[in-house]
Nanobody
Framework: QVQLVESGGGLVQAGGSLRLSCAAS????????MAWFRQAPGKEREFVAA????????GYADSVKGRFTISRDNAKNSVYLQMNSLKPEDTAVYYC????????????????WGQGTQVTVSS
């Protein structure tokens, strides 16, 4: 059974940083592109960032470009999201997702999802 488990969320002041982690039970983790999405209350789930199978390619939503960095460690079956210069509008539940294909930005294109971790940025 595939499991994706996010951690690292919390409450932070505007301008602060957080690092999210996602541990995957995927047997062939390196065969999956990974992504982060987020969903704020009353809004649709939106793409944040994606990373290719070996980590050589990354992509970001315009709203986080230059502030967030996605990375992965295939030896640890993990993907990370370093979030700097956080803004109140970054407040959301953050989800990691896995799919064999790269580069996809729509939630319905992803096979596997974690349960999410809450990020709250206070002003």
């Amino acid at each position: 059974q595939v499991q994706l488990v996010e951690s690292g969320g919390g409450l932070v002041q505007a301008g602060g940083s957080l690092r999210l982690s996602c541990a995957a039970s995927l047997r062939t983790f390196g065969a999956y592109a990974m992504a982060w999405f987020r969903q704020a209350p009353g809004k649709e789930r939106e793409f944040v960032a994606a990373i290719s199978w070996g980590g050589g390619s990354t992509g970001y939503a315009d709203s986080v470009k230059g502030r967030f960095t996605i990375s992965r460690d295939n030896a640890k079956n993990s993907v990370y999201l370093q979030m700097n210069s956080l803004k109140p509008e970054d407040t959301a539940v953050y989800y990691c997702a896995a799919d064999p294909h790269y580069y996809r930005t729509k939630p319905q294109e992803y096979d596997y999802w974690g349960q999410g971790t809450q990020v709250t940025v206070s002003s």
